[in-house]
């Protein structure tokens, strides 16, 4: 069957044949792979930087410019570089450029050349005037909490997506007070800001999450991504009463709240914080209403709160207000602190249990709200159900509010926004679609409640859900996630810690091991469970397809301290038994002369390092380079390392070369995880930026590499898989981005995947090749590749604009 598809005076007009428009899609059509999502569109993304040998240029080869592999990197245009309009030099082996003798306000420019015609420059550029790029910030005013303490901003994640469409991105800042919290710390927090800049450091508008949404790195997950197709970014994030937009005009707008909420007494001006004396009229209402409570009512809890708290009977049932009370005061005060010193429950402030929770789509260059929605799965109760009081530690608002969130092509075509909720105990992740008007539901994973028989003493880490299809998703959870194709079937899956959903939304795995001699249950099978990082890309390319290099939590409860799994069938490659908290973990090209990436982590305790291994897991040191975060930033493709942390000067470590940059006058976010607001290759060649706050967050810094390469490759963020870990970067402790391929100092250029070029399905389907036009140039019209099913695929790219190529679907 042919597809064609004709332009005409800039009008799309779609000829397909009849039995595409008139019947349903034959056999053969539905088990096409899905047209691939439109590249971003981006432009050239030249940048000038003032370093001591010069000017040095850096500009993005685009995805669909890279034709082949050569021996360095990839085949593409060559590119003429001018000076004030005069051609300085043509580039061949890279997409860089040193100007040795640059002269004072030049304006430069670069323009492709594809087969001898040299087609359109770039946007002319100046040099900055240092190595650095500093985006001035507009910092907010500190403020005071209800208790009195006062607090000041630094700027903390960062985002990026062209929100207006020009093919150059914005920036989206994430304020946060000095006094945000881990939700595991008592305490008021000053509101959360997001803020959209321009690179030359015009605000756009500033979202105020308001006093309703906690400021910390668990609460505050926000996506900026273009969801719809039309080639503008939006921004998605968790909002509440009281959440609002202060646009350009300086005007503010709350977000809309559902009628049913208004009809029930919710307004803008609400404040759900606990203060001490709000938490405990909460528990009296949570005791009060004990008889009542499902799980009491199914007879699966104890009947009277004397009972789960292993007291002899006092009261009658339903409790009164003062017996109620009486309780309180015991569980506070006698209860509590029985079970750990660490229970100080009278101090209780600042979170938020109560109260609408929602989810909200904003317009990204005018900040305007284009929807809002209900937050789901909402919190049900104060993290009762979610097991908060069943530990020895008791603290309520812990597990239920832990909040993830990422990007994925689910249905290999167009990005659906996931949000996620909970990981130790109860895990739900819901995936959305944004069409431009309206926001599905694709689908909600979720474990269902881990049951309990007694919600004031139990352990329900570890514990399957009640919901039979995804039970084993419990405790998986990372504190942050991960979306790769883990299966080559062209739609992308969540890999949700040591559990992976498939793109439908089931559960592919959950991954476990056997307890070892000297854990807490020998020979027992269990999961390798939560873990605080997360790395899924080709680490080992001699191994098929996608690995995923984990650490774990569970200390002498989990089979493992970290662990490198097949992406695939979550299958542990290797791993060790390490019996405490292995916290972090990293992997990258730090070892050239071994073939794929090297994995190391932190196990504390000195000899039992892991130290550096292989790919394969041969160990090759006993020392190990940082675990904060890593960054390309070499010429040769290696690995570099960002150390420094709270009060550290950022540095760039090559453990090979030392330090290759400090970042003198810059901050690190996130306490001792020490992450920059962002790493990701947001312009100039393949390589990433680091950005970084500087100290007083008047300017976020950007700094990108002025090494000289010989490495010829697209933007990172044309790859896939690299555009939505860079979304999802923000997310809790902050991962490196990775590609869904092979990408290191030993490459094997012919094994990169070419944008251009679709790649093969590596799922076996049996069906004839089916030729496709492909219109180059234009991002699909809204509801047109639906419209004509799987067949038809646009994309935008500068340089083959207004061209038809004709392409092959894979067999
Ligand atoms: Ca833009
Ligand atoms: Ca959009
Ligand atoms: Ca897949
Ligand atoms: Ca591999």
């Known amino acids: 069957m042919v597809t064609s598809v004709v332009m005409r005076r800039g009008v799309l007009l779609a000829v397909v044949t009849a039995a595409l428009l008139t019947g349903p899609l034959p056999a053969t059509a ?168 321009r690179f030359d450091g015009t605000l756009l508008h500033r979202v105020d999450l308001g006093v309703n949404i906690r400021a910390g790195a668990h609460y505050t997950q926000f996506l900026v991504h273009d969801f719809d197709g039309d080639g503008r970014a939006e921004l998605m994030t968790k909002t509440a009463p009281g959440t609002k937009v202060v646009g350009r005009d300086g005007r503010s707008r709350y977000v809309t709240m559902p009628r049913e909420d208004v009809r029930a007494g919710y307004s803008h001006s609400d404040d759900h914080r606990l203060s001490p004396d709000g938490y405990r009229d909460h528990l009296i209402g949570m005791f009060r209403s004990w008889h009542a409570h499902p799980e009491v009512v199914a007879g699966r809890w104890p009947a009277t709160i004397e009972q789960a708290l292993g007291i002899e009977p006092r009261y009658a049932y339903p409790l009164s207000q003062q017996d109620a009370a009486a309780l309180a005061d015991h569980f506070m005060d006698v209860y509590a602190p029985s079970r750990s010193a660490n229970n100080k429950l009278r101090q209780f402030a600042g979170f938020v249990v109560s109260g609408p929770e929602y989810l909200t789509v904003f317009d990204g260059a005018t900040g305007r709200e284009l929807q809002t929605v209900r937050y789901e799965p909402g919190r049900g109760d104060d993290g009762l159900m979610w097991g908060d009081y069943a530990m020895s530690r008791i603290e309520p608002g812990n597990r239920v509010d832990r909040f993830l969130a990422g990007v994925a092509h689910l249905d290999g075509k167009r990005p659906s926004a996931i949000f996620a909720r909970g990981y130790y105990t109860r895990s739900a992740v819901a995936a959305y679609d944004w069409n431009g008007r309206r926001l599905t539901k694709r689908w909600l994973a979720d474990s269902g ?30 504190h942050s996630l991960s979306v790769a194709d883990v299966d080559g079937d062209g739609r992308q899956e969540i890999v949700y810690g040591g559990a992976t959903l498939d793109h439908d939304g089931s559960l592919l795995y959950s991954s476990t091991g056997v307890l070892p001699p000297g854990s807490a249950d020998p020979g027992a099978a269990v999961r390798v469970g939560h873990g605080d990082a997360l790395h899924v890309t080709d680490i080992d390319p001699n191994r098929p397809g996608l690995e995923t290099y984990m650490v774990h939590e569970g200390a002498r409860s989990a089979p493992y301290g970290y662990t490198l799994r097949d992406a695939r069938t979550g299958e542990v490659v290797y791993g060790a038994y390490s019996g405490m908290d292995t916290g972090r973990g990293m992997v990258g090209d730090v070892r050239p002369d071994v073939p794929g990436l090297e994995t190391w982590a932190s196990m ?99 700094y990108t590499s002025t090494e000289p390469t010989n490495r010829k ?94 392409s092959s679907t894979p067999s």
């Open 449 to 478: 409640w881990v049951p309990m028989t007694n919600p004031f003493r139990d352990s329900p880490h570890g514990r399957d859900g009640t919901n039979p299809s995804h039970a084993k998703m419990t405790t998986q959870g990372a």
């Open 713 to 806: 490759m697209y933007t990172l963020m044309h790859d896939r898989q690299y555009r939505v870990e860079v979304a999802r970067q923000q997310t809790a402790y902050n991962q490196p981005s990775y590609p869904g391929f092979y990408l290191a100092s030993d490459v094997d250029w012919s094994r990169v995947p070419l944008p251009s070029r679709p790649r093969k399905n590596t799922a076996t389907r049996g069906d004839a090749p089916v030729k496709v036009l492909v219109i180059a140039a234009v991002p699909c019209p809204r509801g047109w590749q639906a419209k004509f099913g799987v067949s038809v695929g646009c994309s935008a790219d500068e340089v083959t604009r207004s061209r038809h190529r004709e």
């Open 604 to 702: 504390p305790g000195g000899s039992d390092s892991a130290g550096i291994r292989s790919a394969d897991g041969r160990q090759l040191d006993t020392r190990s380079p940082g675990t904060n975060t890593s960054i390309r930033w070499a010429g040769d493709m290696t690995t570099q390392i960002v150390n420094g942390a709270q009060d550290v000067t950022p540095t760039i470590d090559d453990w090979r070369r030392g330090t290759l940059l400090t970042a003198t006058g810059t901050r690190t976010n996130n306490g001792t995880k020490g992450t920059p607001s962002l790493v990701a290759d947001v312009f100039g060649d393949w390589r990433e930026e680091l950005v970084v706050r500087t100290q007083d967050s008047s300017a976020l810094r950007f």
């Open 30 to 197: 539905q088990a096409w792979q899905p047209s691939p999502a439109p590249l971003e569109h981006l432009d050239r993304g030249l940048v000038a930087s003032t370093t001591a040998g010069g000017v040095h240029l850096s500009w993005r080869l685009l995805g669909r410019e890279a034709t082949g592999a050569g021996t360095t990197g990839l085949r593409g245009p060559d590119f003429v570089v001018y000076r004030d309009g005069k051609r300085l030099a043509t580039v061949t082996d890279s997409t860089t450029y040193l100007d040795p003798s640059p002269t004072a306000g030049a304006r430069y420019q670069v323009a492709p050349v594809v087969h001898g015609v040299t087609l359109g420059r770039s946007k002319a550029v100046t040099a900055w005037t240092n190595h650095y790029h500093d985006l001035p910030l507009r910092k907010p005013a500190d403020g005071v909490t209800p208790a009195g303490e006062s607090y000041t901003y630094s700027a903390n994640d960062v985002s990026v997506g062209d929100v207006d469409g020009d093919g150059q991105y914005e920036y989206v800042v994430k304020w946060d007070p000095s006094n945000s919290k881990d939700v595991s710390q008592v305490g008021y927090t000053g509101p959360v800001y997001l803020d959209t800049y």
